[in-house]
């Protein structure tokens, strides 16, 4: 049990300290967070179209619409432009909390993984990485991949070297901690 909580604890702060890397000394995210001159009257006309927080996909069809109607929008939209917006009434800038959280999520992440390599028998340090980096490259592929393939999402390489950056390198943790006697 002791081993499995330090496993669990010192890989959450691997996969911890590079999301932190990777959002921001590196910024590896940051086509995804492109900067506009126009962000104050862009932020200004939102704030005045949108009664609430929300996401919004652009051009879309109203709940209910028949499949006649939707096929039409979809066939009028086609090559034009469009958008997606998350839409937040008030910035929370609660870094302590968000952090907080992402570790909390870490730590139960890792806990998992821990689990899933004291059910293999007797793993060797090969194994327990290369399972690492699978668990890193099935993440990338059902979450940001899939996410790209349908709305083309401007991190992609930056996702794809978080996971197997941070998961080969939690892989090199758990391989060595896990086989120890």
Same mark, same amino acid.
């Given at each position: 049990?002791?081993?499995?909580?330090?496993?669990?604890?010192?890989?959450?702060?691997?996969?911890?300290?590079?999301?932190? +890397?990777?959002?921001?000394?590196?910024?590896?995210?940051?086509?995804?967070?492109?900067?506009?001159?126009?962000?104050?009257?862009?932020?200004?006309? +939102?704030?005045?179209?949108?009664?609430?927080?929300?996401?919004?996909?652009?051009?879309?069809?109203?709940?209910?619409?028949?499949?006649?109607?939707?096929?039409?929008?979809?066939?009028?939209?086609?090559?034009?432009?469009?958008?997606?917006?998350?839409?937040?009434?008030?910035?929370?800038?609660?870094?302590?909390?968000?952090?907080?959280?992402?570790?909390?999520?870490?730590?139960?992440?890792?806990?998992?993984?821990?689990?899933?390599?004291?059910?293999?028998?007797?793993?060797?340090?090969?194994?327990?990485?290369?399972?690492?980096?699978?668990?890193?490259?099935?993440?990338?592929?059902?979450?940001?991949?899939?996410?790209?393939?349908?709305?083309?999402?401007?991190?992609?390489?930056?996702?794809?070297?978080?996971?197997?950056?941070?998961?080969?390198?939690?892989?090199?943790?758990?391989?060595?901690?896990?086989?120890?006697?």
């Amino acid at each position: 049990m002791k081993k499995t909580i330090v496993a669990s604890l010192v890989g959450a702060i691997i996969l911890f300290l590079w999301q932190f +890397l990777s959002w921001t000394i590196t910024e590896l995210h940051r086509p995804a967070q492109e900067y506009t001159p126009k962000q104050d009257s862009i932020l200004q006309y +939102l704030n005045s179209q949108f009664s609430e927080d929300g996401s919004y996909f652009l051009p879309t069809y109203p709940k209910g619409a028949s499949m006649e109607e939707q096929q039409k929008l979809m066939e009028a939209a086609t090559g034009k432009p469009w958008a997606q917006i998350q839409y937040h009434k008030s910035m929370n800038a609660n870094m302590g909390m968000n952090m907080a959280r992402g570790f909390i999520v870490n730590i139960a992440i890792l806990w998992l993984v821990c689990w899933l390599f004291g059910k293999m028998t007797n793993p060797s340090f090969g194994t327990i990485f290369g399972a690492s980096l699978a668990i890193g490259l099935i993440v990338f592929m059902h979450g940001p991949y899939t996410n790209h393939i349908w709305f083309q999402s401007r991190d992609l390489m930056a996702y794809l070297i978080d996971a197997v950056l941070a998961w080969g390198l939690t892989g090199i943790w758990l391989g060595w901690w896990l086989r120890r006697k």
